[in-house]
């Protein structure tokens, strides 16, 4: 079955980093073949509509520190579409003394999610900005976060594929615990070194820390939202929610399961291979 998957793919010549649109069609016709080669990733039911009517309009789902963030960046940077998070249009409000920062301030610090309203109206306003500036797609982080906010979106846009990134719990708890930021410059690192034996069958966990350049070192600060007692009651409350979510795209065929295998270098290439997008990686590198 992995020749086989490695057979269909390689007969993709049009493949291209432009033609993501093909890309994505020829993924959903080929699914079936990638979710068996692809021990990390599974997809039911995966339909698509017309390629011409394609656009990377990307939701990507996953708890709080398991790395969308990062995962979601970097794809959104191979793809040239904005990446919008909306924890970072909340950060960023905070930061403004706008008129919902202090109301905003007692939620986070408190461990809470924020409410559909006031996310919507600051997505509603990153999407707008965007559309003005011209970009086309987009890749979706930490929204929709419930099944009301999905039906809000699928009133407003297409989405086209929905990522869920899945992580152990012992080992996302270890790595959220691990998280620094350098109160100088803000950077982000973690400090946690991670080695887990697989459970169920499944293969071990390592992760490396992330470490701050020696001029950062003494400078590490934790989020006041990172203790043990706020990240579980995070994920317990994000587990809740995102059941019903993951349900609502897995029911349309969009929902993509990815169990992250490691940290970014053993994930990143495997994530590719799960959307199909690898030989586009190989065709960047040889024409750099
Ligand atoms: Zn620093």
Same mark, same amino acid.
């Given at each position: 079955m992995a020749a086989l998957a490695r057979f269909t793919k390689s007969s993709s010549l049009s493949l291209s980093f432009s033609s993501i649109a093909k890309a994505l069609y020829f993924y959903s016709s080929s699914?079936?073949?990638?979710?068996?080669?692809?021990? !990390?990733?599974? &997809?039911?039911?995966?339909?698509?509509?017309d390629p011409k009517d394609w656009n990377v309009q990307w939701v990507f789902l996953g708890c709080p520190g398991?790395?969308?963030?990062? !995962?979601?960046?970097? /794809?959104?940077?191979?793809?040239?579409?904005?990446? &919008? +998070?909306?924890?970072?249009?909340?950060?960023?409000?905070?930061?403004?003394?706008?008129p919902m920062s202090?109301? /905003? +301030?007692?939620?986070?610090?408190?461990?809470?999610?924020?409410?559909?309203?006031?996310?919507?109206?600051?997505?509603?306003?990153?999407?707008? +900005?965007? *559309?003005?500036?011209g970009e086309s797609g987009f890749i979706l982080d930490g929204f929709p976060r419930t099944v009301k906010q999905a039906?809000?979106?699928?009133?407003?846009?297409? &989405?086209?594929?929905?990522?869920? =990134?899945?992580?152990?719990?012992?080992? /996302?708890l270890e790595k959220c615990l691990g998280r620094r930021i350098c109160s100088q410059c803000g950077g982000n690192f973690n400090v946690? %070194?991670?080695?887990?034996?697989?459970?169920?069958?499944?293969?071990?966990? %390592?992760?490396a820390p992330l470490l701050p350049p020696s001029h950062c070192m003494s400078k590490l600060i934790t989020r006041a939202d990172d203790t043990e007692e706020v990240?579980?009651?995070? =994920?317990?409350? !994000?587990? *809740?929610?995102?059941?019903?979510?993951?349900?609502f795209y897995r029911s349309q065929g969009k929902l993509l399961e990815f169990d992250l295998p490691g940290g970014i270098t053993?994930?990143?290439?495997?994530?590719?291979? +799960?959307?199909?997008?690898?030989?586009?990686e190989e065709k960047q590198s040889a024409a750099a």
């Open positions: 699914s079936a073949a990638i979710a068996e080669s692809n021990p !990390y990733s599974q &997809i039911n039911n995966f339909t698509r509509k398991v790395g969308k963030g990062t !995962y979601a960046g970097r /794809l959104s940077k191979f793809l040239g579409v904005p990446h &919008i +998070a909306t924890g970072d249009l909340v950060r960023e409000e905070l930061a403004s003394s706008g202090n109301q /905003l +301030a007692e939620i986070v610090n408190q461990g809470k999610l924020v409410s559909d309203e006031i996310i919507f109206n600051l997505l509603s306003k990153r999407l707008e +900005a965007g *559309e003005a500036k039906e809000i979106l699928e009133g407003v846009t297409d &989405i086209d594929l929905v990522v869920n =990134l899945k992580l152990r719990e012992d080992v /996302l946690a %070194s991670i080695n887990v034996k697989g459970k169920n069958g499944n293969p071990d966990v %390592s992760m990240v579980k009651a995070r =994920l317990r409350v !994000y587990n *809740e929610k995102s059941q019903p979510v993951e349900d053993e994930s990143w290439p495997k994530l590719l291979e +799960a959307l199909n997008l690898d030989d586009c």
